[in-house]
């Protein structure tokens, strides 16, 4: 469990709340607009209504308790800057802030986030491989160069083991686990034999997972 500080209560920061509560962390929600504040105070341990770009606000906060620091500012970038650097002076061990431009990310690099999240160009790149590829189910981006897919098994595999297929060798592509029915079985090995009720979830380069599942 961790001690976060979420600052800016839009519809991305909720979400954000959503998910920590469900992981079980300690979240203080920060936020200009008191209704945002009052409808987040149910699925956070505190909320409080505050100016992030005020110094003597955010040192009250006791910044340097926090674990992270979530920075989803998304209306108004100048403010989302100025609360970033501000974080990183009063110490805090973590600063993760939102981007909604190739050029704020660097900004906000540039200014005190360890991390940057770019939610608007991360969910365009799943959409435009989800929805353009029927057998692509899901894809999770590791780096600038690998990613996680989940995806059919292609009908030549079918009635075939993992090792007669040799992918990894062929291709530099890992089948990580199979899944099945919404359940995913991690226990892979040269013996597995592949079906078509089956998705598998493979790890590997772009281009390789392109070449591979013809992408």
């Not at 929600?29 to 770009?53: F, H, W, Y």
């Not at 040799?166 to 991690?186: H, P, Q, V």
Request: aromatic share 6%; with cysteine.
């Amino acid at each position: 469990m961790k001690n976060i500080l979420l600052i800016g209560l839009g519809r991305f920061g909720r979400h954000i709340a959503l998910q920590l509560n469900k992981f079980g962390h300690e979240v203080m929600a920060v936020d200009s607009n008191e209704e945002r504040v009052n409808k987040i105070l149910p699925i956070v341990t505190n909320a409080q209504i505050g100016d992030c770009t005020n110094a003597e606000f955010l040192k009250s906060l006791g910044i340097g308790n926090f674990d992270v620091c979530i920075v989803t500012i998304g209306e108004n970038f100048q403010n989302s800057l100025e609360t970033t650097s501000l974080l990183k002076e009063l110490g805090a061990k973590l600063v993760v802030s939102r981007a909604e431009r190739d050029v704020q990310e660097k900004f906000l690099l540039r200014n005190g986030a360890d991390e940057v999240i770019y939610p608007e160009k991360q969910v365009a790149n799943w959409a435009a491989i989800r929805y353009t590829a029927d057998h692509i189910r899901d894809y999770i981006e590791v780096d600038e160069a690998h990613a996680i897919f989940e995806v059919e098994v292609p009908k030549g595999w079918i009635g075939k083991t993992v090792g007669e297929l040799d992918i990894r060798r062929k291709y530099s592509i890992n089948i990580m686990a199979t899944k099945e029915n919404g359940k995913i079985n991690m226990a892979v090995s040269p013996e597995t034999v592949l079906t078509d009720k089956i998705t598998l979830l493979v790890l590997g380069a772009y281009k390789e997972l392109q070449k591979c599942f013809r992408i």
